[in-house]
């Protein structure tokens, strides 16, 4: 009901960068959050980061200062700056959406994730 399509993703040398980018279509609420998260091998996938429809972002620690969230909500689309990039940040990067709808559970639909490498 809401593909979702990551983009981006790549090999990149430490100190490196890279945008990704999420696009979410289809039946999203216009209350809703787009979410990044990563899964390196052999460890449970973990928040990047999040920002919601109206613009409040929540990013794990050890991305502060490094990455910036941004979307645009007319292009249903998230973007992920990486900067100064870390070989611990090697991992495949999924985009979420969850739809937030008054009176119902929130809905969460992932993409099929991006690998991101950073060469050490």
């Known amino acids: 009901q809401v593909p979702v399509a990551e983009s981006g993703g790549g090999l990149v040398q430490i100190g490196g960068s890279l945008r990704l980018s999420c696009v979410a279509s289809g039946r999203i609420s216009i209350s809703n959050s787009m979410g990044w998260y990563r899964q390196a091998p052999g460890k449970e996938r973990e928040l990047v980061v999040e920002i919601t429809s109206g613009g409040v972002t929540k990013y794990a620690d050890s991305v502060k200062g490094r990455f910036t969230v941004s979307r645009d909500n007319a292009k249903n689309t998230a973007y992920l700056q990486m900067n100064s990039l870390k070989p611990e940040d090697t991992a495949v990067y999924y985009c979420?959406?969850?739809?937030?709808?008054?009176?119902?559970?929130?809905?969460?639909?992932w993409g099929q994730g991006t690998q991101v490498t950073v060469a050490s």
């Open positions: 979420r959406c969850t739809n937030i709808q008054l009176g119902r559970p929130p809905q969460a639909y």
